[in-house]
């Protein structure tokens, strides 16, 4: 089992910036990849980004040069640095693992950006 604790979120202003953090703990071995997800009032969860165990990067288009995903594997941490927010990026986030074949979720923390 893989445990997942989410912190950061919060409500922030068009244009702003905010850090969500991701702790992984548990059976951390062979994570292959972690990634932050997020789902919006009535819409579906959408991937956000996420980075491989050989720090291989993918972003959605939606966030491309706002968004930043890093991981520091000392403190079995993964990081979403967010920049210039927008109205549209209010949603649930979601950190996510993926160890072998199971998949493991946090229990996600609201980002909400005021216009």
């Known amino acids: 089992q893989v445990q997942l604790v989410e912190s950061g979120g919060g409500l922030v202003q068009a244009g702003g910036s905010l850090r969500l953090s991701c702790a992984a703990s548990?059976?951390?071995?062979?994570?292959?990849?972690m990634g932050w997800y997020r789902q919006a009032p009535g819409k579906q969860r959408e991937l956000v980004a996420t980075i491989t165990s050989d720090g291989s990067t993918n972003y959605a288009d939606s966030v491309k040069g706002r968004f930043t995903i890093s991981r520091d594997n000392a403190k079995n941490t993964v990081y979403l640095q967010m920049n210039s927010l927008k109205p549209e990026d209010t949603a649930v986030y979601y950190c996510?693992?993926?160890?072998?074949?199971?998949?493991?979720w946090g229990q996600g923390t609201q980002v909400t950006v005021s216009s």
């Open positions: 548990g059976s951390i071995r062979s994570i292959r990849r």
């Open positions: 996510n693992a993926l160890r072998i074949i199971s998949e493991y």
